[in-house]
Nanobody, 125 residues
């Protein structure tokens, strides 16, 4: 199982970024992918997740601003981030727990054994 996150960068407040998570070594179609972030000095927190059949869940802090989507043909999951705020600054990670993910919660980061490397997002003027 391999995941590779990309797309981070420096953006001004109010700007947008799209993160990508490329999956390999497993059949993406059957499993949920979670997006997590970790700011300096803070614990890793859940941002969003998408189940195998496209059900999406968002943290309250990003609802209405972030959109998660998946393209099983391209074996990628995306996180479109709009109206970015300085408090969104963090390293962003994609992960999978190899579950379909039909619940209303993404679960704890500790439930996810497979992680990609982080991609850094900095929101600053």
């Amino acid at each position: 199982v391999q995941l590779q996150a990309s797309g981070g960068g420096l953006v001004q407040p109010g700007g947008s970024l799209r993160l990508s998570c490329a999956a390999s070594g497993f059949t993406l179609d059957y499993y949920r992918i979670g997006w997590f972030r970790q700011a300096p000095g803070k614990e890793r927190e859940g941002v969003s997740c998408i189940s195998s059949d496209g059900i999406t869940v968002y943290a309250d802090s990003v609802k209405g601003r972030f959109t998660v989507s998946r393209d099983n043909v391209k074996k990628k999951v995306y996180l479109q981030m709009n109206s970015l705020k300085p408090e969104d600054t963090a390293d962003y990670y994609c992960a999978t727990d190899l579950k379909a993910g039909y619940g209303s919660s993404c679960g704890s980061p500790y439930e996810y054994p497979y992680w990609g490397q982080g991609t850094q997002v900095t929101v600053s003027s």
